[in-house]
């Protein structure tokens, strides 16, 4: 099995700062990629970032500029720095990690930004 842990999240003001860190553990060895996604109250569930096992990154055009998604492969974590944050990036963050097929996701952490 694999774990998937999200942290970081909180209320910060319109034009603030966060960073949210996921970190994967147990049978892992290697992973394809690792995402972050979010869902707002009425919305879909939205990919907001992701990286590759290669360093490959692909950003949603809405955190372009203003979003950084990085990890640290020994420690199957990923990070995401988010600045310039406003209203609208208020949900709940999730973080996926897909390895061996399966999608393993984390239970959420909360962003709430202030205006």
């Known amino acids: 099995q694999v774990q998937v842990v999200e942290s970081g999240g909180g209320l910060v003001q319109a034009g603030g700062s966060l960073r949210l860190s996921c970190a994967a553990s147990g049978s892992i060895f290697s992973f394809e990629f690792m995402g972050w996604y979010r869902q707002a109250p009425g919305k879909q569930r939205e990919l907001v970032a992701a990286?590759?096992?290669?360093?490959?990154?692909n950003y949603a055009e809405a955190v372009k500029g203003r979003f950084t998604i990085s990890r640290d492969t020994a420690l199957n974590t990923v990070y995401l720095q988010m600045n310039s944050l406003r209203p609208e990036d208020t949900a709940v963050y999730y973080c996926?990690?897909?390895?061996?097929?399966?999608?393993?996701w984390g239970q959420g952490t909360q962003v709430t930004v202030s205006s």
């Open positions: 990286v590759t096992s290669d360093g490959l990154t």
């Open positions: 996926k990690v897909f390895v061996r097929s399966w999608d393993y």
